[in-house]
């Protein structure tokens, strides 16, 4: 299993398929190929682990890394290097599979966060989210960006199994709660079904939604009306679940609905 040659990473440690010949007939969502020079930056920091060049776990994480920028910054499904044509999906929790242009079309935030529960609770809307709008929200929140590693590798290809971490720091604001400069992260496991030259064919995601919208809830709102107490309440809500996740205890009475339904990427 190896990597994929650095002649098209752009100079990038992480990522291929930014550059090159063959990307000069790429359409980029914002004109030219992104840098991850700063999220890399916060990833280099406070990663937890550092794979050997050319292990399977630095092959799998830096694949995934691939995957998440081609979806973020490529505006055609038919310039990604990193899915088999006509074969990837996508599925969240053990919700419904998307095909790669649906999947395209809503971005990876709606897709992951696009859950009835979610929008019910004012924590997120994916129907009321664009593209655009969601990673703006993100961005906004996460300046530094939305760092992500692999924690373990369970099985090789061609059916891969793994752990996640994903981080940021909340400084800036999340619909109307103010940062915290707290780090938010949450911890999933992925299912991953690759082809012979390691494209993604079907992509399962498990986390719990819990983990990263509670610490996105924190910070101070002034409750000017019904529906912000309602939203203050929620992120207490989230904050104590979470909290109860974590420990091992028994939940309270009162569980978070995200937690309790079982289902819901810079």
């Not at 550059?19 to 700063?38: C, F, I, L, Q, S």
């Not at 992260?185 to 992509?203: M, P, S, T, W």
């Not at 309440?233 to 937690?259: H, I, K, M, N």
């Amino acid at each position: 299993m190896e990597a994929p040659s650095a002649d098209s990473s752009g100079g990038d440690r992480y990522r291929s398929h930014l550059a090159g010949d063959g990307e000069k007939n790429t359409v980029w969502r914002h004109g030219a190929p992104p840098t991850y020079d700063v999220v890399n930056a916060l990833f280099e920091a406070e990663r937890t682990q550092e794979w050997p060049a050319g292990s399977l776990e630095e092959v799998v994480q830096n694949a995934i890394k691939t995957w998440e920028m081609e979806l973020s910054h490529k505006a055609r499904l038919s310039d990604f290097k990193s899915v088999s044509p006509g074969r990837f999906s996508l599925s969240v929790n053990g919700g419904r599979a998307r095909g790669g242009e649906e999947t395209l079309a809503m971005g990876s935030y709606n897709a992951l966060l696009d859950t009835a529960l979610l929008a019910s609770t004012g924590a997120y809307d994916a129907a009321a989210e664009t593209f655009e709008s969601s990673h703006d929200l993100f961005r906004s929140a996460f300046p530094r960006g939305f760092a992500w590693e692999v924690l373990k590798v369970y099985s090789g290809p061609p059916v891969i199994a793994f752990k996640f971490r994903h981080w940021g720091h909340k400084e800036g604001p999340y619909k109307g709660h103010a940062a915290t400069g707290e780090k938010v992260e949450f911890h999933g496991v992925a299912v991953l079904k690759v082809d012979e030259q390691l494209r993604a064919e079907d992509v399962e995601v498990y986390y719990d939604p819990g983990e990263l919208l509670s610490g996105l809830l924190k910070g101070p709102k002034v409750a000017s009306s019904e529906e912000d107490s309602s939203e203050v309440a929620l992120a207490e809500r989230l904050s104590d679940a979470a909290t109860v996740s974590a420990s091992g205890a028994d939940p309270p009475t009162q569980t978070c609905p995200f937690l309790s339904s079982g289902k819901p990427h810079q």
